[in-house]
T-cell receptor, first 113, second 112 residues
Framework: NAGVTQTPKFQVLKTGQSMTLQCAQDMNHNSMYWYRQDPGMGLRLIYYSASEGTTDKGEVPNGYNVSRLNKREFSLRLESAAPSQTSVYFC????????????FGPGTRLLVL | SQQGEEDPQALSIQEGENATMNCSYKTSINNLQWYRQNSGRGLVHLILIRSNEREKHSGRLRVTLDTSKKSSSLLITASRAADTASYFCATDGTGGYNKLIFGAGTRLAVHP
């Protein structure tokens, strides 16, 4: 079991470029989450998907879109990257939306110039 | 807005010593969790304590919860160099689903 995997591990973008961060889990979990982590701050929820076919906004959704492609995969898209989106992005999953323990991927470090 | 705030922000100790980290939060919770993050890695769940529990143990970890003070502490006993990491508390927020709200974390350095 690979758990939660994320690609790419590191990416540099220019302001205005777009990209998609990929996340996949092989634990048959129903719920998936995207967070960003900035220096000196805790993780902040961007979007989550309680189950396949549903997505909802978290605390900081502006500038992002998500797609729950299937039960395994949950992608995060930046349509027009801004320097303020420089961050480390983490994907997580839980067996159900009521489950408390979250399982995290290794993260994607994004630098927007 | 952040729910949990850890204290201290950074902690440096010698191997064998105990490390204590504190977390304060603002609103009522159902559960509080502690996670560890090694440098450049994702978060790993350590322990969950429910609002009706006061203390919980897992190996060298001891977590306490004081809901009247809206605070929790994580004690790592007999620390090892491998315990060097950042430690985050996370509380279940309001609004349904499993939305965790994380604090800014405590960076622990354990020196051999």
């Amino acid at each position: 079991n690979a758990g939660v995997t994320q690609t790419p591990k590191f990416q540099v973008l220019k302001t205005g470029q777009s990209m998609t961060l990929q996340c996949a889990q092989d634990m048959n979990h129903n719920s998936m989450y995207w967070y960003r982590q900035d220096p000196g701050m805790g993780l902040r929820l961007i979007y989550y998907s309680a189950s396949e076919g549903t997505t909802d906004k978290g605390e900081v959704p502006n500038g992002y879109n998500v797609s729950r492609l299937n039960k395994r995969e949950f992608s995060l898209r930046l349509e027009s990257a801004a320097p303020s989106q420089t961050s480390v992005y983490f994907c997580a999953s839980t067996p159900t939306s009521a489950s408390k323990t979250q399982y995290f991927g290794p993260g994607t470090r994004l630098l927007v110039l | 807005s952040q729910q949990g705030e850890e204290d201290p922000q950074a902690l440096s100790i010698q191997e064998g010593e105990n490390a204590t980290m504190n977390c304060s939060y603002k609103t009522s919770i159902n559960n509080l969790q502690w996670y560890r993050q090694n440098s450049g890695r994702g978060l790993v769940h350590l322990i969950l304590i429910r609002s009706n529990e006061r203390e919980k143990h897992s190996g060298r970890l001891r977590v306490t919860l004081d809901t009247s003070k809206k605070s929790s502490s994580l004690l790592i006993t007999a620390s090892r160099a491998a315990d060097t990491a950042s430690y985050f508390c996370a509380t279940d927020g309001t609004g349904g689903y499993n939305k965790l709200i994380f604090g800014a974390g405590t960076r622990l350095a354990v020196h051999p």
